[in-house]
């Protein structure tokens, strides 16, 4: 009788743990709206099919614009209150989201960043960034610029949203890219990744100085406003490059519009972040690096397919 208790307590222990295994974790990601935002949608549809392909559960909460920053910062304390396993987080402003990140901390769910980061002096908040080198990728387009108009001429820059480090980082780089090459660089606002903002902070520098050789986009999700802008403006002939590497910056290549993009790989941010999460999760965090990157690719017309 107590060898048949002894083996039935040992079944219902293995049952147990593979009902446990069966069901999976469950893995939250919270990033700004991916409506009208073809990087932002293939990013979470590559970390939705990641997590799902491993079995677990999906959870994800998305802000209603690109610059919704408290909302996203109250989505993701709902995560940690539900318990999620493991966080993934695309942060809209590299400050607001600090204080959050502490509290997944004291909870103990890992964190993994993609895309965009937060304020340097935090890696103790997350296993690993997951991102386009943004500064690297803005020099190169800085670099391409410059070697486009021939080392002289106006630019301006139409950059992200105000607090958004990617943003930031490649406006900076495109700066860092176009230094000492002979481009002047006469005005630089935020188009806060919108078509209209971009339109309406185009047409202010442009009307503010008409002469302009250059434009470099923060994101090829700003380009028909900065298109529009030019037209509105009977400006021709500028040599624009942006940054993403969308299909529809890519169409925008191809019918002669934009010189440039500047190709980042959202499903391989997104594959590699639900990746390094696992690894945390089991608890195989050593030797992992606080940046990784994913990598960049200018696209022309000699190479846009």
Not at 101 to 121: C, R, S
Not at 130 to 137: E, K, L, M, V
Not at 253 to 258: A, L, P, T
């Amino acid at each position: 009788m107590k060898k048949l208790l002894a083996t039935l307590l040992v079944l219902m222990l293995v049952l147990c743990a593979s009902f446990a295994s069966a069901e999976g974790l469950t893995i939250g990601y919270s990033t700004k709206t991916i409506t009208n935002d073809a990087f932002q949608l293939s990013l979470h549809d590559a970390i939705k099919a990641a997590v799902e392909a491993n079995g677990d559960t999906f959870v994800s909460v998305i802000a209603e614009s690109q610059t919704a920053v408290a909302t996203q910062v109250s989505q993701i304390e709902d995560l940690i209150n539900q318990g999620v396993d493991g966080l993934l987080v695309n942060p809209m402003d590299s400050n607001a989201c600090i204080q959050v990140l502490e509290k997944a901390k004291e909870a103990g769910i890992p964190v993994v960043l993609v895309d965009q980061g937060i304020e340097e002096g935090h890696e103790d908040l997350y296993v690993t960034f997951i991102s386009t080198d943004n500064y690297a990728g803005g020099q190169s387009a800085g670099e391409r610029m410059a070697e486009v108009l021939g080392g002289e001429g106006n630019v301006i820059i139409v950059r992200g949203a105000n607090g958004s480090q990617a943003g930031d980082d490649r406006a900076e780089g495109f700066k860092a890219g176009i230094e000492g090459t002979g481009l002047e660089l006469i005005n630089e606002q935020p188009g806060d990744w919108v078509v209209d903002k971009a339109m309406q902070v185009t047409e202010n520098m442009i009307q503010a100085n008409p002469d302009i050789q250059g434009i470099f986009c923060c994101s090829d999700n700003m380009l028909p406003g900065i298109l529009q802008a030019l037209n509105n403006n009977d400006i021709e002939g500028v040599t624009i490059i942006s940054f993403d590497g969308s299909d529809a910056g890519i169409d925008m290549i191809k019918d002669g519009s934009v010189y440039g993009t500047v190709a980042q790989f959202p499903e391989t941010i997104g594959q590699w972040g639900v990746d390094y999460l696992m690894k945390a999760i089991n608890g195989e965090t050593e030797g992992i690096e606080s940046f990784i990157d994913a990598g960049t690719e200018i696209i022309d017309a000699t190479n846009a397919e």
